[in-house]
């Protein structure tokens, strides 16, 4: 199937996909302080932020402890008001981008270390936006495929998680990005089997739990807040 999608993109298929291409990129970066200070607001209450390990049930062999969390506004294409509302303008940023399946806040704290992985279709393409990156961001750093890549602030990464791929933050400084996964643009056939494949996906056990997992800890990242205010 991933080969019937590579070849009705719209887009490139190598590892690293120049985001100019896409005609959202540029809007959302301009606003890239914005989305950061939504973001910093969050990471305020980082316990009740959860580790995606325990959202997303595919990722508890790829991270090994809860060094990498993530607060998502959207995920598998639901909405999580309470979360966006804590978000919103990055909220009414990301309805912008066409496609978008899930956006969030993924957050690497110092020493994190993400193992070597592929997702498992070429339908969606990930794009990160740097929001907090540490000083010696050489050190903190993202392999795909063949590709050493580093974030920045303001700048989107946009690559195709299908090849292998890695993460590691060598640096005592956390990094947070606005993590989005799209839809990659296709012509059909490809796009008939994109649209069943991500039909499928949605109403997936794994997605389901997913979603129960997040509304979880969506009243969890509530209950942080109102102790604060005690």
């Not at 990301?94 to 399946?101: A, K």
């Not at 979603?211 to 990242?221: G, R, V």
Request: with cysteine; net charge negative.
């Amino acid at each position: 199937m991933n080969d019937q999608i590579a070849k009705s993109s719209k887009v490139s298929n190598d590892p690293v996909i120049n985001p100019a291409i896409f005609d959202w990129a540029a809007g959302i970066a301009a606003n890239w302080k914005t989305i950061r200070d939504e973001a910093l607001a969050i990471y305020q209450h980082i316990e009740a932020i959860p580790p995606l390990r325990e959202i997303s049930p595919d990722h508890r062999g790829i991270v090994k402890d809860n060094t990498w969390r993530s607060f998502f506004l959207i995920g598998y294409g639901h909405r999580l008001e309470e979360n966006i509302a804590r978000a919103p303008q990055t909220a009414k940023l990301v309805s912008q981008i066409p496609g978008l399946n899930s956006a969030f806040f993924s957050i690497l704290a110092p020493g994190s270390q993400i193992t070597p992985h592929r997702g498992v279709t070429k339908a969606l393409i990930t794009a990160h936006l740097g929001l907090v990156v540490p000083k010696e961001r050489k050190k903190c750093w993202m392999r795909v495929d063949d590709q050493h890549l580093c974030w920045q602030s303001g700048k989107w990464l946009v690559f195709d998680d299908t090849y292998e791929h890695e993460v590691q933050n060598e640096t005592d400084e956390t990094r947070i990005v606005l993590l989005c996964q799209v839809e990659r643009p296709l012509t059909p056939p490809g796009s008939w089997l994109a649209a069943a494949l991500m039909g499928y996906v949605r109403r997936s056990h794994f997605v389901q739990e997913a979603k129960d997992n997040l509304s979880d800890w969506e009243t969890a990242f509530a209950k942080s807040e109102r102790d604060d205010h005690f």
